[in-house]
Structure formats: structure tokens, C-alpha cells
Nanobody, 124 residues
């Protein structure tokens, strides 16, 4: 069992930056893919970014490439999402997720553990 706790959300103006954190606890001794998803009001949850179990590989959704950076601190069992040049369309609840796999999956079906979410609101 893995417990995920997100932090770092908030309300900012367009063009600003935020850094989200996700701390994992519990059975973190196994290998875990970790990622970020987001869900805007009235829409389905969508993939944002993921980092492989060893931190060596990353993948991003096209609309955030070049603006968002996912990273992983293995010692602290924490992942981060640095979000720069934020846009109003980035407004959503952001969820941290973990999946027990060596592969870099982008589908929510491949993640078995989820955090409670943190709200990010970007005003124009």
C-alpha cells in the first residue's frame, strides 16, 4: 500500500510559476512509476507528466512540454512538478499517482494509487 500526499497548489496569475510536491509513504521499497494528472471542472482526468521508477525517464503531455518539469527525489520518496508560464487552461485539480511498474505509462488505468488532489487556479 502506498499513500500519496500532494501540496503546493494555489491561485496565481497567468505567466506565473508553481511547484507541486507529492510525498509517498508506505510500501515505497518497490519500484513505482509516478505521475501527475489533472482534472478541470466538467472534464475527464487527463495525463500531465510521469517519471520512471528510477527517475531516469520522463514523459509529458504535449500542451505542457517546455513549461512543466517533473522530477523525483529518490531519497525523500517525493516527486515534484515545476510549472512555469502557467495559463488559465492549466486550471484544474492536480493529482499525484503511482503505479508498480518499470514502464512509463500515460494511462490512468496503469496507476493503482492516487493522492487527494490539489487545486491550481490560474487567472488571466
Amino acid at each position: 500500500q502506498v499513500r500519496l500526499v500532494e501540496s503546493g497548489g494555489g491561485m496565481v496569475q497567468a505567466g506565473s510559476s508553481l511547484r507541486l510536491s507529492c510525498a509517498a509513504s508506505g510500501r515505497t521499497d518497490s519500484y513505482y512509476l509516478m505521475g501527475w494528472f489533472r482534472q478541470a471542472r466538467g472534464t475527464e482526468r487527463e495525463f500531465v507528466a510521469a517519471v520512471s521508477w528510477d527517475g531516469g525517464s520522463t514523459t509529458y503531455e504535449d500542451s505542457v512540454k517546455g513549461r512543466f518539469t517533473i522530477s523525483r527525489d529518490m531519497a525523500e520518496n517525493t516527486i515534484y512538478l515545476q510549472m512555469n508560464s502557467l495559463k488559465p487552461e492549466d486550471t484544474a485539480v492536480y493529482y499525484c499517482a503511482a503505479g508498480r511498474t518499470h514502464y512509463l505509462f500515460r494511462s490512468s488505468r496503469d496507476y493503482g494509487w492516487w493522492g487527494q488532489g490539489t487545486q491550481v487556479t490560474v487567472s488571466s
